[in-house]
């Protein structure tokens, strides 16, 4: 099995004249996205894509470069030579706006795991985006906001196949799940 890198980092910069960032988040391809995963994430047009773990096939992060640069972590799943974590600083010339965590494992339920939130608030972050669970969920624990945007991978028990999208500005930060089955906004 492939090595996995503990943590990495990647820096994405707001830009345009709202200063604005749109990023994709899925999680839980399990080598299998939904068949409109790739028309929905395209019309989004994401300045990037987050993959928030079990991945699968290295083939779907190819499809997901396809749309937008793609940051990834491995899941338990996973036998890629991908990180563990990675954290996304977002900035405006140079200066942070906000730092976040993606990582696959996080929550338990509603709550933030303690090795989570301690590996976060070593990196300085106020956010873990995460997979894993299959359950789309924004919430707030530990003072670090989570988001999960669901599985756009095969149907788990009855949980709706779902991706997320955060639309971050210096004054903001929008956490929305969109349905791949209708492409409308989803909520619980």
Not at 103 to 132: F, N, Q, S
Not at 148 to 159: A, C, E, I
Not at 169 to 186: F, P, V, Y
Request: aromatic share 4%.
């Amino acid at each position: 099995m492939p090595r996995a890198l503990r943590k990495t980092e990647e820096v994405l910069s707001l830009h345009g004249a709202e200063a604005s960032l749109r990023l994709a988040v899925v999680a839980d391809t399990h080598s299998r996205p939904h068949a409109d995963t790739h028309r929905l994430l395209a019309a989004l047009k994401p300045d990037a894509i987050l993959h928030a773990g079990d991945i699968g096939a290295l083939r779907v992060i190819d499809e997901l470069e396809e749309v937008a640069p793609t940051i990834a972590v491995r899941g338990n799943i996973d036998g890629l030579e991908k990180p563990d974590d990675v954290v996304v600083t977002v900035e405006q010339e140079g200066t942070p706006v906000l730092r976040l965590l993606l990582t696959h494992i996080a929550v338990y339920g509603p709550k933030l795991r303690a090795d989570a939130a301690r590996r976060a608030k070593a990196a300085d972050a106020a956010m873990v985006v995460c997979g894993h669970s299959h359950v789309p969920f924004i919430g707030r624990d530990r003072g670090l906001v989570i988001f999960n945007p669901g599985s756009v991978g095969p149907r788990r028990f009855s949980l709706p196949i779902t991706f997320g999208v955060m639309e971050i500005s210096k004054a903001a930060l929008d956490l929305q799940h969109h349905s791949c089955e209708t492409g409308a906004r989803w909520s619980p």
